[in-house]
């Protein structure tokens, strides 16, 4: 007969009959650095790889190039699941990009009909279409209203758990 | 003899002299509250706050400062993602522009911006001195909030409420 060992530290999952992502995938965070990558007219996925699967929700801020009014940059505020097309944001951009002082601001929710999560702020005429988890995968897809190549740009930080 | 039971991986419970947060920081929330901390012109204030865990690896603050440096009555701030890594931390800021006039700005430490948020974080309303959040990270236990005076001739009183969320 064998006798089970106590388990010396909860830090270990080695001997446990599942998998840490089972038992919780552990929180990561992804760096976004995306810096003038040149896209195509239409829809873009940049996808980052994650360590562990099982992920649920992610959220973010996301930052573009455009400066408002010399006092900070323009950007985003979303969050996204383990589906498509259910992320939502907080987006604001200038009227007119660095040169006219006003911002507007706008929510989006891709769930409720919305065909992107953010205003026109990651390069001339790109916004953010879908964050998504996707098995070990974090993608996010911007779209390129515009019908020519147009460079993306895009910093920030990932949160997913 | 007494065989010990499968132990199942969701719970912590029985496990001895191990607790959650030597695992994986459980949620809570950590008050953010300082009025009073006078920063020197230009001088930079390190504002701890002690989160009870060490195994964090990010941490979600939501900061009000005084009121609108335009003299409005409604509060601007910031919401900023810590990590353990400085360079990684990102800001998401409101700040009163005046009359038909409001910004929301995006700081990315890793793109090199100085700052991670609009000058918002001053007891004085005045357009002329004001402190910023310079820096976030997660240290040890603590979630350390950089203020910076942002005035190179005036002294300055800090100003910042909020909630800092882990887990």
Known sequence: MRIQSTYPMLTDHGGLAILPEQHHPPVETVTIQINGTSISAGANTQTFALTYSGHKVARAILRGPFTVDVVGNAGAYVVGTDAANQSAGFSMMPSEIAFYPTTYMGGYSRMHGDTYVSEIVFGQSIVLKDVRINGTNLELTFQNLSGINQLLYCHGLVIVK | ?167
């Open chain 2, 1 to 167: 003899m007494r065989l010990r039971q499968t132990t199942d991986g969701r719970s912590h419970a029985g496990l001895s002299g191990v607790g959650a947060d030597d695992h994986h920081a459980t949620p809570r929330s950590v008050e953010v509250n300082n009025t009073s901390q006078v920063i020197a012109a230009g001088a930079t204030y390190d504002l701890d706050i002690a989160l009870g865990t060490s195994v964090a690896v990010f941490c979600h603050a939501a900061l009000t400062g005084g009121r609108s440096q335009t003299g409005g009555l409604w509060r601007e701030g910031v919401d900023v993602y810590a990590t353990r890594n400085a360079a990684e931390a990102i800001g998401h800021g409101t700040r009163d522009g005046g009359i038909y006039k409001s910004y929301v700005m995006t700081y990315s430490k890793q793109n090199g911006d100085a700052r991670l948020s609009p000058i918002v974080f001053q007891s004085a309303i005045s357009p002329v001195i004001g402190i910023a959040l310079k820096d976030a990270v997660l240290t040890g236990s603590n979630l350390r909030l950089s203020f910076v005076n942002t005035s190179p001739t005036f002294s300055c009183t800090l100003w910042v409420k909020g909630r800092a969320i882990i887990g």
